[in-house]
C-alpha cells in the first residue's frame, strides 16, 4: 500500500501525503490518511483526532510516515463521508491574481474597472475575508447562490494552507461562490457577493509535502453540468497566478494573527462567458492535479 505520491520534478524525488476530515457510519469526524484511490487511514488510535497539530509540526510528512508504519483502521473512501478539511481557520482569498480575472472585473463594471486595472499591477494585493471554517461547505454538499442576484458563477481556485507562523503547508481546492452583478454595480458590495450562506467550498483534502515549483505545474479544470448536460468546460494552469504564493502569504499575515492558521484562496484564471450564470440543482465540478476533485451541487439561498 502507497501512503505518498511521488513525482519527478526537476531531477528530484517529491513525496506528498494526503490528510483528510471524514465521519464513518454517522460517527464523529475523524483525522485520515488517503492511502490511496479507495481506502483512508483513521488517524484516531495514533492520537491524532484534529488537522491543527499536524500542520502546525515542523515536519508533518516525517511524522505521519511514522504514523503510518502501526497498524491503523483502513476503511473504503466510498463508504465515508468527506468533511471541509479545516477547523478553525479563518478562510481568506486573494482576488485579481490571474489576468483572466483582471479583464472579466473590468468588463463587468465600467464603475470599478481602473480599481480593478490598478490592484493587478500594485505591490499589494486584494485580499478580503471569505468564511469562517463553520461556514465552509465539503465536497459533495451544496454551494449557494443568492436569491437577490441576477449573475452568480462558481471560481475554481487553488487554495494555500497555512498554519499559525503563516508557513505554507498544503494546498486544497476551493470554490469562491460569486455575484458578479452585485459585486459590479459597486465595490463596496463586495462583502455582500462574496459572503453568505454556502459561498465558500474546500475540499476533498489537503495535500502535503508539495513544492510551490511544482504546483505550479498543476491544471485547474471545472465542469458544470445542469440536467446531467455539460453547459461550461473551462481549463487553467496554476502557473498563471501572478503572484508567488510566499508573496501572498506574507501579505494576509502582516499586522494579523492567526492562532489556528488559515485558508487563502488565491484567485480565478477560469470565467464563464457574461451570458451565463449559475441555476439551482447545478452541478460545479473542479478538478485541481496532483489534488483531485470538488464537487457540488447549487442551490437557492
Known amino acids: 500500500m502507497r ?3 511521488e513525482s519527478r520534478y526537476t531531477g528530484f524525488e517529491v513525496s506528498f501525503m494526503k490528510i483528510c476530515r471524514f465521519k464513518h457510519q454517522a460517527g464523529r469526524v475523524r483525522v485520515g490518511l488517503v492511502a490511496d484511490d479507495a481506502t483512508v ?32 483502521p483502513r476503511v473504503r473512501l466510498a463508504e465515508v463521508q468527506l468533511c471541509a478539511p479545516v477547523e478553525r481557520q479563518e478562510v481568506w482569498a486573494a482576488g485579481v491574481t490571474y489576468l483572466r480575472s483582471k479583464t472579466a472585473r473590468m468588463e463587468e463594471s465600467d464603475f470599478s474597472a481602473t480599481a480593478y486595472d490598478k490592484v493587478y499591477a500594485a505591490e499589494r494585493p486584494e485580499l478580503f475575508f471569505k468564511a469562517l471554517a463553520e461556514k465552509v461547505v465539503a465536497t459533495g ?3 449557494g447562490i443568492r436569491r437577490d442576484a441576477r449573475w452568480n458563477v462558481p471560481e475554481p481556485e487553488l487554495a494555500l494552507i497555512l498554519n499559525s507562523r503563516g508557513k505554507i503547508v498544503g494546498h486544497t481546492i476551493g470554490n469562491d461562490m460569486s455575484s458578479r452583478d452585485i459585486e459590479g454595480e459597486n465595490l463596496l458590495y463586495l462583502p455582500q457577493a462574496k459572503i453568505y450562506t454556502g459561498s465558500c467550498a474546500l475540499g476533498p483534502w489537503i495535500v502535503l509535502g508539495a513544492p510551490e515549483a511544482m504546483v505550479r505545474e498543476w491544471k485547474i479544470k471545472t465542469e458544470i453540468r445542469r440536467n446531467e448536460e455539460k453547459v461550461f468546460v473551462g481549463e487553467t494552469s496554476v502557473g498563471r497566478i501572478k503572484r508567488r504564493f510566499e508573496e501572498l502569504a506574507g501579505f494576509l499575515f502582516r499586522s494579523q494573527v492567526f492562532p489556528h492558521g488559515a485558508v487563502l484562496l488565491t484567485g480565478t484564471g477560469i470565467v464563464p462567458p457574461d451570458t451565463f450564470t449559475l441555476q439551482e440543482r447545478d452541478v460545479v465540478e473542479i478538478e485541481i492535479t496532483g489534488i483531485g476533485w470538488l464537487r457540488n451541487p447549487v442551490m437557492l439561498v
Open 3 to 5: 501512503l505518498s505520491a
Open 41 to 72: 487511514l483513521d488517524l484516531t488510535p495514533a492520537g491524532i483526532t484534529q488537522l491543527q497539530p499536524l500542520l502546525e509540526g515542523d515536519n508533518p510528512l516525517a511524522q505521519l510516515s511514522q504514523i503510518a508504519r502501526q497498524n491503523l
Open 141 to 143: 454538499e451544496p454551494v
